[in-house]
């Protein structure tokens, strides 16, 4: 079976679930062959650890043997280095958003599009068991024509803030970091959207690190981007959803992500886990759950990846598309604008709707044909 062989750039914390799931054979069609980080021992002990070749990054744009990079790099950093392996000729799957800037974003698409390469970008959790279920059930018309949604999340970033500095710049805030868990399950469900309007703040934008021990412990931050953010959107279906984030609340992770429908209501779990349950409540009845009608229930950030590999091999369109993931970078974009300007946001970028996963895969991707009766349709 043709392999493509893929170099991981960025050896963080998120880098160990994606290099375990590649060499571990979860995903029968990539090959881990290098990995890279700015911060020389991280990389090497991530390479000994994975069995790959430790290589920066001008290394791997130079290597013809290696066909994809998979950039995990904080989001300041994803512009810089898409568009440099665009540039080298390599296919890229990123973890979100695509870039920071708007224009930057319109760029790699287009280059990418120059280049005749594939570029997708997470999350790629909309194609695991719950949300792929939740798509069933939509597509199935079990809650009958979805009219509104919800989706809401509040969480305390100040205590994540303090040690993954990220999270305070800009491009790091919860509409960058967590928006597009929420927006782009919908968006895989619902399709994309018309127009937005929005109001959001920065609550207590000046602060000073308290976690004892921090290398930066006792230095002022200031935080860079909206940590309130509410919105009304309309899509192009005639759908009307709410978005609420709060990244300056408690601790405890309260979520909710729900489509209305004329029949039916449908209720969602974590968008930033695989497996979460999926519960539909009909008329005068009580909430139940529904069954996973699909595989990858378990951690398999990477299937994003491995989805896109399929594609080149197969030649079609991969899922976790620039499209959309540009649209959902343009929504939050617009969010911030409409808060800005007072005024409605009207989308320019759209997208074709992915098609569900084949239903019915339940296992663990330990066999080719599983994963290819998955990823590969």
């Not at 568009?83 to 920071?100: D, N, T």
């Not at 000046?206 to 931050?221: D, L, S």
């Not at 309309?234 to 408690?250: E, P, Q, R």
Request: proline share 3%; aromatic share 8%; glycine share 10%.
């Amino acid at each position: 079976m043709e392999k493509l062989r893929v170099a991981v750039v960025g050896c963080g914390s998120i880098s160990d679930i994606y290099m375990t799931n590649i060499t571990e054979g979860k995903f029968q069609i990539l090959e881990l062959a290098a990995c890279s980080d700015l911060m020389a021992d991280r990389m090497k002990a991530s390479a000994e650890k994975y069995g790959c070749k430790a290589m920066t990054l001008d290394e791997i744009c130079a290597d013809a043997s290696i066909d994809m990079v998979i950039n995990l790099t904080i989001p300041a950093a994803h512009y810089p280095v898409i568009k440099q392996c665009l540039e080298a000729g390599k296919h890229v799957f990123s973890e979100k958003m695509i870039a920071v800037e708007l224009e930057q974003g319109k760029e790699l698409v287009k280059l990418a599009n120059e280049k005749g390469l594939y570029l997708g970008v997470a999350p790629d959790t909309f194609l695991g068991a719950s949300v792929q279920t939740a798509k069933y059930i939509v597509d199935s018309g079990l809650i009958g024509k979805p009219v509104s949604c919800r989706a809401s999340i509040s969480r305390n970033y100040g205590i994540y803030g303090e040690f993954l500095t990220h999270l305070c710049k800009r491009g790091g805030g919860i509409g960058f970091d967590m928006g597009g868990y929420y927006l782009t399950a919908l968006a895989s469900i619902l399709g994309p959207v018309e127009a937005v309007s929005a109001f959001t703040a920065i609550n207590d934008p000046n602060r000073v690190n308290t976690r004892v021990g921090a290398a930066n412990y006792g230095e002022e931050y200031v935080l860079e981007d909206a940590n309130v953010i509410t919105a009304t959107m309309k899509y192009a279906n005639g759908v009307l959803g709410t978005l609420h984030m709060n990244s300056d609340c408690i601790l405890d992770e309260t979520i909710g992500l729900e489509i209305y429908g004329t029949e039916g209501i449908l209720y969602m779990g974590d968008p930033n886990k695989f497996g979460e349950p999926v519960y539909i409540k009909k008329t005068m009845s009580d909430k139940v759950e529904f069954p996973h009608t699909h595989g990858y229930a378990e951690n398999s950030r990477g299937v994003g990846a491995a989805e896109m590999a399929w594609s080149i091999v197969k030649g079609r369109k991969n899922r976790a598309s620039k499209e959309m993931a540009f649209h959902v970078f343009e929504l939050m974009h617009g969010i911030i604008g409409s808060a800005e300007s007072g005024e409605t946001y009207h989308m320019e970028s759209t997208f074709e709707t992915p098609k569900a996963l084949p239903a019915g895969y339940m296992g663990d991707g330990g066999w080719t044909r599983k994963e290819e009766s998955a990823l590969t349709l």
